[in-house]
């Protein structure tokens, strides 16, 4: 088994910056702090996995051929493997990363990007309930206003907070980018 910790950079794609379409995100260090993760990761030559969500609707930024699809700038076109994904889940994309962790017995999983409470909290949920170690770095990842059934608006934050109690301890350890880089140091 693999010692070493996958970086899982989820959806860190130009289009969340469009808040005429998400409103603003809660995190206004979020791409900063994936940066010095995937910073991190590679000066240690440690394992980066980087997700790309293509929206299936065509008014979405994160569209295929729509500019908001495009990966920031420090994860484009670097060389990491990217999986291409549709759904909230990195573990149904293509390539399949549950075969990608299994063939280099990766079990270490460490979680950041965009948004906390959709594709990242998904994909770590099924990473508990498939048995990896996971890591979830919570002011690595960006989250947006939701607005309820009953027209409540529940700020973003708050969705980051709530995210954060469901995983911890049941899903993942969910800890800061200091923490993590402190880990792996």
């Not at 965009?114 to 498939?130: H, K, P, Q, S, V």
């Not at 700020?155 to 980051?160: K, Q, R």
């Not at 980018?177 to 402190?182: G, V």
Request: glycine content about 8%; proline content about 5%.
């Amino acid at each position: 088994m693999s010692k070493a910790p996958v970086l899982l950079v989820i959806d860190a794609q130009e289009g969340f910056s469009d808040s005429d379409y998400w409103g603003s995100g809660a995190n206004p260090k979020a791409l900063e702090n994936i940066k010095a993760l995937v910073e991190a990761w590679r000066e240690k030559d440690l394992p980066i996995v980087v997700f790309k969500h293509n929206s299936k609707d065509p008014d979405s930024p994160l569209f295929p051929g729509n500019g908001g699809n495009r990966l920031v700038d420090f994860i484009h076109d670097k060389g990491y493997p990217v999986i291409q994904k549709s759904v909230n889940s990195a573990f149904y994309g293509t390539p399949d990363l549950r075969l990608l962790l299994d063939r280099h017995n990766h079990r270490q999983l460490v979680i950041c990007g965009i948004t906390t409470n959709f594709c990242c909290e998904t994909t770590a949920r099924m990473a508990g309930n498939l048995g990896f170690q996971t890591n979830f770095v919570i002011d690595a990842t960006d989250a947006f206003d939701l607005v309820s059934k009953d027209g409540s608006v529940i700020p973003g934050a708050e969705v980051m907070k709530m995210t954060a109690a469901n995983l911890d301890g049941e899903f993942a350890s969910v800890l800061t980018t200091a923490e993590q880089l402190a880990q792996i140091s």
